[in-house]
C-alpha cells in the first residue's frame, strides 16, 4: 500500500464520525423537524432513480444502464435471507437491499431458477426491517478500513494506524514489538508470533502429558458468527497450521439445541415444523415472526398456516409479539427452566392414554418399517441392559449377549415375546421389561414411560407454575390431528444448565406421533448443493503433515476426562479423581464461554495467541463482561498476543493488541446450505455486491480475515495456501493466493453438483454487472466453469423449484434412518465434576451447577425475587446492529421489562430508573411494565448498552473519535449474569449440551 492511499485510509477513520452525525438522525427522529437539503422532487423526494425501466413499446422491463442488480445473502441475523441489491454503476454504492426472488426464504412461491432475471423485476422477495438496513452495517461512520495497533495499555483505546504488511510482520515474528506502546506492563515482553508456535508444531505442549498437543495448539482460534465456507477458510488455516482450537460461537447461541436434536436425529440438528400444512404447532422458547431462523420465513409460513385454520401455541414466560388475539394461537408462561417438566407431564399424559403411534413405533428396521408404508424407524423397542451390575449396563443388549449369535446387533422381543435381531424383526413388541439371557433389560419405550411416570401431572403442574390441564390440553391437542401436528424448541430452551435433557424430551413429542417426513408433521430440510468437493477439493491440503492432536483449551468434542492422563494420574496417586479443575464437555463442541478463562486460568494449558474474529464474548457470553475477566485480559502475561479481525473497534476488540479490518457480509463470500425450515434443497451463494471498503496490501488484496490468513500462511510457507493449494477433480494444483482463489470454487462446485446448471446469458451478466468478473478472476476457474458460476451469481444460489417440497401426503426430502428414542452414548457419560452417570433417556432435571446444586437455591435468601432473561427482537441481533439508524429509530433503547402487578408491588411505573442487582453486579437502567411478562422475570432485549462499537470515545492516531449516545443507550445484562459458584469464570452451563446459561440469574430490582 502506497503512502498515499495509507494516509487518505487513516484519515478516512475520522470523516463524518462523530455526536454530531446521529444527533441528527436522532433529532429527526423525535421532533420530525426539517434537517437536510432540499428534496429533489415535491413528489419523490430523496428517491434515486429506479432499477428497473419499463419499455413502452414491448410492456418489458429492462435495467436502467445507471443500475446493476446483485443477488447475494443477507447476514443481518443467521437467517442467511437471499437479498436483492441495488448498486449505482456509477459510484459503485449500494443503494437498495430487497429480497431475492429466486431464494426460498424470501416468498412463498419463490421464482424458478430458469426465469430470467429481468422477468422478476417486478416481484422481488421480502428481506425484515434488519436485512433493510443493511447497508449501514456497509456504511457505518465508525467502521474500519485500516489496521491498528493499540498505543497505550490494553482496554486504553488508543490506537495508531500501521501498515499491513509491518502488522504482518510484528505477529508472525514476535519479538519485542510493544517496545513502542508507552505501556510499561507490555514494553519488555518478548512475544511469540506465528513463526514460534508453527515450527514448534511436532513439539509437545507437555512432554509428560501429550494429551494437550502441539505447542501449534497454543494459537486460539475465536469467531461468533462465522458460516460455512467462511469457517471452513478458518479451519484451513487452523488445520494447515497444526490447532486444534478452532472454534464458532455456538454454545452462546443454542448449542444444547443442536446436541438434543441430533441425539434423535443423528446427523441432523435442527427439526422445523412443516407450517404451511401443519394443524397444529407447539413452540417452546422461540416464536415464529419474532425470533429463530429464518425469521421473516417463519413469519409468512405462520400467516399462510393460520389462514388455513393451523392452531398456535407458544411456551415462553414472555409472550411473543407475534401471539395476537386470534382464537388459534395460545400462549402459556412456565416459570424459568420448567419447560421441561411440562414436556414430560405430556409424555406421561400420552402414553398413559395410549395416544402415541404404537404402529410406527414398533417397527425396528427401515424394511419393515418401508413395507409397512412408513417412512423411518424408531429404537423405541430396542432393549437396554438395565441391571446396574452388568459391566454394560445403559447399553442396548447385543445379539452375543442375548446368545443370538456373535454379532453385536441390537435385540428387540418380537410379538410372539421372543428374542430377535432387531434388523429381522418385522414388528417388535413396545413396552417390555423383563429379562434376556439371564440379563434384565427394558425397551427404549419402557424406560421412557417409566422416566415420565417418575412424577405425577400436579407435581409438573406445581414444577412449572401451570395448570393440569394445561398439561392435559396441550398433550390431547397435540395428539388429535395423526401426524399433522409438530413442535419445537430453541434458545429459550437450549440455554439452560438442564438444556438437553429438556430439549431431549420435547424431541420425543414428535417421535411418539411419528410426524418426520410427512406433509404438515416435521422436516429436517432439504440440505443443500455440496460446495466443498466435487470439480474442486476444497477439504484437501496437499502436502500437508499432519500437526493437529490434543485436546481443545476448552476440553470438548470426544475427550472424555476419564481418558485423560490427569484423571489417571489421579487414580494411580490414590486421589479422589473428581471434580476435575475445569469441566470436560465430551459431547458438544464450540464452548465460546468458556476460552477465555480456561486460558486466563491456564487449564488446561494458556494461550500465546488468541484470535478474536467477528465475536465480542465480552458483551455476548454471560459474566464475561466481569472486572476479574477483564483485569486478566489486560495483563499482556497471560494471554501474550491478542488480535482482533472486525469491522469496528468493538466491545471486546478495544483490548486488542491490534485490528485487522474486516470486511462486511455485503463485501464478502459463502456458500450456504438451505435452513431446515424451507424442506427445500439449495445451496445460497453469497458474493460482494459493493467493492470492499478497507485498503489493499502490496499484492492488492482487501484487508480482511481471509488475506490475513493468506498472508500469514505465505510467509510460513504453509501446506494449503499458495501455488499449489487446492486440487481439482484431475488432481491438477491450483493456487490459493486470494479469497477468490478459494470462494468461487466453492460455487463451481455448487453449478456442477449432478446434472449442471444452465450458463447465465448476456443478459444476466449485464444486470448483475459481472462484465468484467471474469477476466478479474480468470486465474480462480477453468474458462468454460465461468458462464455456470456467473449464472449461479445472477441468481443467488442454486435451488430446487417450489414444487419439490411435498410429494403428495409425505415430504420429498426424507430422513429415511433411524430415530432415536434412547441414546447410548449419552448415557455412558459421566459428569467430570461429580462423576454421575448422565442418562439416555428423556428427564425431568432441573437446573444444577457442575457440582449438583440446585440453581434455584444458590441465591435464597439475598432478596432476589426475579430471574433475568434475554430476548431477541426483529429489529435487533446480538451486538452487531447499533450502527443500523434506521431499525435504532423504531425502538431508541430497552427496558428491564417486569410484570405490570410486579412492578406495582415495588413502586414503579414505566419510565423509572432502576437498578437491576446480581451477585455479579448492578446495572442501572429503565424499567417497562408490561402484562405479557411473567410474575417474577426480568426480561431485556439484547443489542443495546454498548460500551464499544461507537459507543464510546476512542484515540487514534492522536486523534479523539467522539463516541455515539445513541449507541450507549439502553441496558446489557449479559456481564452480571450469574457465574457457577464452583468454577472460576464460568457461567451456569450445561453439562451434556453445553449451552452457558441466559436464562437462571436470580436478581433483585431497587428503585433508584
Known amino acids: 500500500m502506497n503512502r498515499r492511499h495509507f494516509l487518505t485510509?487513516?484519515?478516512?477513520?475520522?470523516?463524518?464520525?462523530?455526536?454530531?452525525?446521529?444527533?441528527?438522525?436522532?433529532?429527526?427522529?423525535?421532533?420530525?423537524?426539517?434537517?437536510?437539503?432540499?428534496?429533489?422532487?415535491?413528489?419523490?423526494?430523496?428517491?434515486?432513480?429506479?432499477?428497473?425501466?419499463?419499455?413502452?413499446?414491448?410492456?418489458?422491463?429492462?435495467?436502467?444502464?445507471?443500475?446493476?442488480?446483485?443477488?447475494?445473502?443477507?447476514?443481518?441475523?443467521?437467517?442467511?435471507?437471499?437479498?436483492?441489491?441495488?448498486?449505482?454503476?456509477?459510484?459503485?454504492?449500494?443503494?437498495?437491499?430487497?429480497?431475492?426472488?429466486?431464494?426460498?426464504?424470501?416468498?412463498?412461491?419463490?421464482?424458478?431458477?430458469?426465469?430470467?432475471?429481468?422477468?422478476?423485476?417486478?416481484?422481488?422477495?421480502?428481506?425484515?426491517?434488519?436485512?433493510?438496513?443493511?447497508?449501514?452495517?456497509?456504511?457505518?461512520?465508525y467502521r474500519l478500513t485500516v489496521p491498528l495497533k493499540r498505543s497505550g495499555p490494553r482496554g486504553s483505546n488508543k490506537w495508531v494506524p500501521i501498515e499491513w504488511e509491518k502488522l504482518i510482520d510484528e505477529v508472525v515474528n514476535g519479538g519485542k514489538i510493544f517496545a513502542d506502546t508507552g505501556d510499561e506492563a507490555s514494553q519488555n515482553l518478548e512475544i511469540k508470533g506465528f513463526r514460534a508456535l508453527y515450527e514448534k508444531r511436532d513439539e509437545w505442549i507437555d512432554d509428560n502429558n501429550h494429551d494437550l498437543g502441539r505447542v501449534s495448539n497454543k494459537l486460539v482460534i475465536q469467531s461468533g458468527r462465522i458460516v460455512k465456507t467462511r469457517k471452513d477458510f478458518q479451519t484451513r488455516f487452523a488445520k494447515s497450521f497444526g490447532t486444534v482450537n478452532n472454534y464458532e460461537h455456538t454454545n452462546i447461541c443454542e448449542l444444547s439445541h443442536h446436541i438434543a436434536t441430533s441425539a434423535v436425529y443423528t446427523g441432523h440438528n435442527n427439526f422445523k415444523a412443516d407450517l404451511c400444512e401443519s394443524e397444529f404447532v407447539l413452540y417452546w422458547g422461540t416464536a415464529p415472526g419474532e425470533a429463530n431462523f429464518p425469521m421473516q420465513t417463519l413469519g409468512k409460513y405462520s400467516a399462510e398456516a393460520r389462514s388455513k385454520g393451523c392452531k398456535i401455541a407458544v411456551i415462553d414466560p414472555v409472550l411473543p409479539r407475534t401471539i395476537t388475539d386470534d382464537p388459534n394461537m395460545f400462549w402459556l408462561a412456565p416459570r424459568p427452566g420448567t419447560d421441561g417438566a411440562i414436556a414430560m407431564g405430556m409424555i406421561s399424559w400420552i402414553i398413559d392414554h395410549n395416544r402415541h403411534n404404537t404402529d410406527f413405533l414398533s417397527y425396528p428396521n427401515q424394511s419393515s418399517a418401508k413395507n409397512a408404508g412408513e417412512t423411518c424407524f424408531t429404537d423405541a423397542s430396542y432393549l437396554i441392559i438395565t441391571d446396574e451390575t452388568h459391566p454394560n449396563f445403559g447399553k442396548f443388549i447385543t445379539s452375543s449377549e442375548a446368545a443370538l449369535g456373535d454379532s453385536k446387533d441390537s435385540v428387540v422381543i418380537n410379538l410372539s415375546g421372543i428374542p430377535e435381531l432387531a434388523e429381522k424383526c418385522v414388528k417388535a413388541m413396545l413396552d417390555y421389561s423383563g429379562n434376556v439371557n439371564g440379563i434384565g433389560v427394558a425397551t427404549a419405550f419402557h424406560l421412557l414411560k417409566t422416566s415420565a411416570s417418575d412424577y405425577s401431572l400436579e407435581y409438573y403442574a406445581d414444577i412449572s407454575g401451570v395448570r393440569v390441564d394445561d398439561i392435559v390440553n396441550l398433550a390431547d391437542e397435540f395428539t388429535k390431528h395423526g401426524r399433522k401436528a409438530s413442535t419445537e424448541f430453541y434458545r429459550g430452551i437450549a440455554q439452560h444448565p438442564n438444556g438437553y435433557y429438556t430439549g431431549f424430551a420435547i424431541n420425543q413429542l414428535n417421535v411418539l406421533i411419528g410426524n418426520l417426513n410427512w406433509s404438515g408433521g416435521g422436516s429436517l430440510g432439504g440440505g443443500g448443493f455440496p460446495y466443498d468437493k466435487g470439480v474442486y477439493d476444497l477439504t484437501a491440503i496437499p502436502s500437508l503433515v499432519p500437526a493437529q492432536f490434543g485436546i481443545k483449551i476448552t476440553r470438548e468434542d470426544g475427550f472424555r476426562y476419564e481418558d485423560s492422563t490427569e484423571f489417571k494420574t489421579k487414580v494411580a496417586r490414590g486421589e479422589p479423581p473428581y471434580p476435575a479443575k475445569r469441566p470436560w464437555f465430551p459431547f458438544t463442541k464450540d464452548i465460546f464461554s468458556d476460552i477465555l478463562p480456561s486460558a486466563l486460568e491456564g487449564y488446561p494449558y494458556t494461550?500465546?495467541?488468541?484470535?478474536?474474529?467477528?465475536?465480542?464474548?465480552?458483551?455476548?457470553?454471560?459474566?464475561?463482561?466481569?472486572?476479574?475477566?477483564?483485569?486478566?485480559?489486560?495483563?499482556?502475561?497471560?494471554?501474550?498476543?491478542?488480535?482482533?479481525?472486525?469491522?469496528?473497534?468493538?466491545?471486546?476488540?478495544?483490548?486488542?493488541?491490534?485490528?485487522?479490518?474486516?470486511?462486511?457480509?455485503?463485501?464478502?463470500?459463502?456458500?450456504?446450505?438451505?435452513?431446515?425450515?424451507?424442506?427445500?434443497?439449495?445451496?445460497?451463494?453469497?458474493?460482494?455486491v459493493i467493492e470492499p471498503l478497507t485498503g489493499k496490501n502490496q499484492a492488492g488484496q482487501h484487508f480482511c480475515l481471509e488475506t490475513f490468513f493468506i498472508d500469514i500462511a505465505s510467509k510460513l510457507n504453509m501446506a494449503g495456501f499458495g501455488k499449489n493449494a487446492i486440487p481439482d477433480s484431475n488432481g491438477t494444483l491450483w493456487p490459493l493466493e486470494k479469497m477468490e482463489d478459494y470462494y468461487l470454487k466453492g460455487t463451481a462446485n455448487v453449478a456442477y453438483s449432478?446434472?449442471?446448471?444452465?450458463?447465465?446469458?448476456?443478459?444476466?451478466?449485464?444486470?448483475?454487472?459481472?462484465?468484467?468478473?471474469?477476466?478479474?478472476?480468470?486465474?480462480?476457474?477453468?474458462?468454460?466453469?465461468?458462464?455456470?458460476?456467473?449464472?449461479?451469481?445472477?441468481?443467488?444460489?442454486?435451488?430446487?423449484?417450489?414444487?419439490?417440497?411435498?410429494?403428495?401426503?409425505?415430504?420429498?426430502?426424507?430422513?429415511?434412518?433411524?430415530?432415536?428414542?434412547?441414546?447410548?452414548?449419552?448415557?455412558?457419560?459421566?459428569?467430570?465434576?461429580?462423576?454421575?452417570?448422565?442418562?439416555?433417556?428423556?428427564?425431568?432435571?432441573?437446573?444444577?451447577?457442575?457440582?449438583?446444586?440446585?440453581?434455584?437455591?444458590?441465591?435464597?435468601?439475598?432478596?432476589?425475587?426475579f430471574t433475568i432473561l434475554t430476548r431477541k427482537s426483529a429489529l435487533q441481533t446480538q451486538s452487531r446492529l447499533s450502527s443500523n439508524s434506521f431499525i435504532r429509530e423504531i425502538q431508541p433503547t430497552n427496558w428491564a421489562e417486569i410484570n405490570t402487578d410486579d412492578g406495582k408491588a415495588l413502586g414503579l411505573k414505566t419510565g423509572d430508573s432502576v437498578w437491576v442487582e446480581t451477585v455479579e453486579g448492578r446495572r442501572r437502567c429503565e424499567v417497562k411494565l408490561r402484562d405479557g411478562v411473567a410474575p417474577g422475570v426480568i426480561s431485556f432485549i439484547v443489542g443495546y448498552g454498548h460500551w464499544g462499537y461507537g459507543a464510546t470515545d476512542i484515540d487514534i492516531g492522536g486523534k479523539r473519535i467522539k463516541g455515539s449516545k445513541i449507541r450507549a443507550a439502553g441496558i446489557n445484562l449479559n456481564p452480571i449474569m450469574r457465574l457457577d459458584p464452583d468454577v472460576w469464570g464460568m457461567p451456569l452451563m450445561d453439562p451434556i449440551g453445553g449451552s452457558s446459561s441466559f436464562f437462571n440469574t436470580r436478581a433483585k430490582i431497587i428503585k433508584a
Not at 494461550?607 to 476479574?628: F, N, Q, R, V
Not at 444486470?767 to 465461468?786: T, V
Open 754 to 865: 449432478g446434472t449442471p446448471v444452465s450458463d447465465a446469458t448476456e443478459d444476466d451478466i449485464k444486470i448483475a454487472g459481472l462484465e468484467d468478473y471474469q477476466k478479474k478472476y480468470s486465474s480462480s476457474l477453468k474458462s468454460d466453469e465461468w458462464r455456470k458460476v456467473l449464472f449461479l451469481m445472477s441468481r443467488g444460489g442454486r435451488f430446487e423449484p417450489v414444487t419439490t417440497r411435498r410429494n403428495g401426503t409425505q415430504l420429498k426430502n426424507q430422513f429415511n434412518n433411524r430415530i432415536r428414542m434412547y441414546n447410548e452414548k449419552i448415557a455412558q457419560g459421566l459428569n467430570s465434576f461429580t462423576g454421575e452417570r448422565f442418562s439416555g433417556t428423556a428427564l425431568w432435571q432441573p437446573s444444577l451447577t457442575m457440582m449438583g446444586k440446585k440453581v434455584d437455591e444458590l441465591d435464597q435468601g439475598k432478596g432476589m425475587d
Open 9 to 141: 485510509g487513516c484519515a478516512a477513520l475520522g470523516v463524518g464520525v462523530g455526536a454530531s452525525i446521529y444527533g441528527k438522525v436522532f433529532y429527526r427522529a423525535g421532533t420530525f423537524s426539517d434537517a437536510g437539503e432540499q428534496a429533489k422532487s415535491t413528489f419523490y423526494g430523496q428517491s434515486t432513480e429506479p432499477e428497473w425501466l419499463l419499455d413502452k413499446e414491448t410492456g418489458q422491463h429492462v435495467i436502467n444502464p445507471n443500475y446493476m442488480v446483485r443477488h447475494s445473502v443477507c447476514l443481518q441475523c443467521h437467517g442467511e435471507c437471499g437479498l436483492r441489491a441495488k448498486v449505482n454503476r456509477k459510484t459503485g454504492k449500494l443503494e437498495r437491499l430487497q429480497g431475492n426472488p429466486y431464494h426460498p426464504n424470501t416468498l412463498i412461491d419463490y421464482k424458478d431458477m430458469n426465469i430470467p432475471v429481468v422477468d422478476t423485476a417486478n416481484t422481488p422477495g421480502t428481506l425484515c426491517a434488519r436485512g433493510n438496513a443493511g447497508l449501514q452495517t456497509a456504511y457505518d461512520p
Open 607 to 688: 494461550a500465546d495467541i488468541l484470535l478474536w474474529h467477528m465475536c465480542t464474548p465480552l458483551y455476548s457470553a454471560p459474566g464475561m463482561g466481569k472486572e476479574d475477566i477483564i483485569r486478566g485480559i489486560c495483563d499482556p502475561t497471560k494471554i501474550p498476543l491478542i488480535i482482533a479481525s472486525d469491522i469496528v473497534v468493538s466491545d471486546t476488540s478495544m483490548y486488542a493488541d491490534y485490528i485487522i479490518p474486516d470486511i462486511t457480509y455485503l463485501e464478502r463470500y459463502v456458500q450456504h446450505p438451505m435452513l431446515e425450515a424451507t424442506m427445500v434443497k439449495g445451496t445460497a451463494v453469497r458474493y460482494p
